[in-house]
T-cell receptor, first 113, second 111 residues
């Protein structure tokens, strides 16, 4: 298993601003994922972050809105740009395990006012 | 359209009762995972089922993968308040590393 931390744990931001969420893993991993989750709802995959290459985005998510960095095998960031109230959500990062299971961080609860 | 449908969406039961959560799809999965998520935390893996018809037990939790690998169920015996949380099934398709998450079942076990 892997231990994953996220910063910040929560934030309240004004519309039009941007927030960068950090995800740190205690071991080197090949694949990291970013998800969005409305409280009490299921997870929606935003993108897959691979070290050394551009992130792969899912339908409905674009790089200009959700730029992702993956500078090394233990760290990734997700930026939520030009935020609107519709971006209020929980953002989760995860890593891929050896048997295709995923280990998740605790999430970042974002509120946009 | 949700590829993996879970039912029920919400379940409120008394401590000591039994319950079953269903995860259904028209697609075939190479494996299916079940996660539990508590408020303020990320989902935590409970089990992975791989073989059609497979049954796995984890203390009071019993997981079953359908023969055709299109559906799964989670049965909890003698539920306890500590079982409260959001239960998510997630399917893995052949040649893919991406999980497809179900719609989720929110369970509340009242003392």
């Amino acid at each position: 298993s892997a231990v994953i931390s996220q910063k910040p744990s929560r934030d309240i931001c004004q519309r039009g601003t941007s927030l960068t969420i950090q995800c740190q893993v205690d071991s080197q991993v090949t694949m990291m994922f970013w998800y969005r989750q409305q409280p009490g709802q299921s997870l929606t995959l935003i993108a897959t972050a691979n070290q050394g290459s551009e992130a792969t985005y899912e339908s409905g998510f674009v790089i200009d809105k959700f730029p992702i960095s993956r500078p090394n095998l233990t760290f990734s960031t997700l930026t939520v740009s030009n935020m609107s109230p519709e971006d209020s959500s929980i953002y989760l990062c995860s890593v891929l395990g050896n048997s295709y299971e995923q280990y998740f961080g605790p999430g970042t609860r974002l509120t946009v006012t | 359209t949700q590829l993996l449908e879970q039912s029920p969406q919400f379940l409120s039961i008394q401590e000591g009762e039994n319950l079953t959560v269903y995860c259904n799809s028209s697609s075939v999965f190479s494996s299916l995972q079940w996660y539990r998520q508590e408020p303020g935390e990320g989902p935590v893996l409970l089990v992975t089922v791989v073989t059609g018809g497979e049954v796995k037990k984890l203390k009071r939790l019993t997981f079953q993968f359908g023969d055709a690998r299109k559906d799964s169920s989670l049965h909890i015996t003698a539920a306890q308040p500590g079982d409260t949380g959001l239960y998510l099934c997630a399917g893995l398709m052949d040649s893919s590393y991406k999980l497809i998450f179900g719609s989720g079942t929110r369970l509340l076990v009242r003392p």
